[in-house]
């Protein structure tokens, strides 16, 4: 297991606010980071972070200027700090990205590649930006893909649930939480 990656994907303070639906998203996404632990996985998580002044935004792109303008993502805010209740701990690795995908705009290729790392389980808010960026990007980079269906989340139940069950499914091994523990778990 020394060659996979969990993921854990834009689950920052403010972004949590936005789109938790008290379904116990962080308490399911927490049980796959301890698993991931457990098994020896590198926990790698990626945040959203705009330097002040967004220098990195250009007005043609609608998601990034409207993220600007209700005030999300700015390096430093305390709303773009990963959400306490799922908090990396020593040995976890931290990754800045300045777009949609967890590849853009940052380091993520060249920490994998250091790793020997090939194969990614994905997770985070929400399932049509950022896991489904990362995942259109990991196919091309030619990584073995997982996605842990109920530890994605998004704004809009119908659009996660189309993703999860009839797009993903045909590009990565789509598992729940408990199940993918059980599959990696230290015999």
């Not at 995942?135 to 091309?140: G, R």
């Not at 842990?148 to 993703?163: F, G, I, S, Y």
Request: net charge negative.
């Amino acid at each position: 297991m020394a060659n996979r990656a969990l993921l854990v994907m834009d689950v920052q303070r403010d972004v949590v606010a936005i789109a938790d639906d008290g379904s116990g998203y962080l308490s399911r996404l927490r049980r796959a980071i301890d698993g991931a632990r457990a098994a020896g996985i590198t926990v790698i998580y990626v945040v959203l972070g705009l330097r002040p002044g967004d220098p990195e935004v250009s007005p043609r792109n609608r998601v990034m200027t409207n993220a600007v303008r209700a005030g999300l993502f700015t390096e430093g805010a305390p709303g773009t700090e990963i959400h306490d209740a799922v908090a990396p701990r020593p040995g976890d690795v931290l990754v800045a990205k300045r777009r949609g995908s967890a590849f853009s705009g940052s380091d993520l290729d060249l920490v994998l590649r250091a790793r020997d790392i090939d194969s990614l389980v994905l997770t985070g808010i929400a399932t049509s930006a950022v896991v489904l960026s990362t995942l259109w990007h990991a196919i091309d980079l030619d990584f073995d893909l997982t996605v842990l269906a109920d530890a994605c989340l998004d704004t809009d139940p119908e659009v996660h649930r189309m993703l999860i069950e009839k797009l993903f499914p045909q590009w990565a091994d789509v598992v729940a939480v408990e199940d993918w523990i059980k599959a990696i778990a230290p015999q």
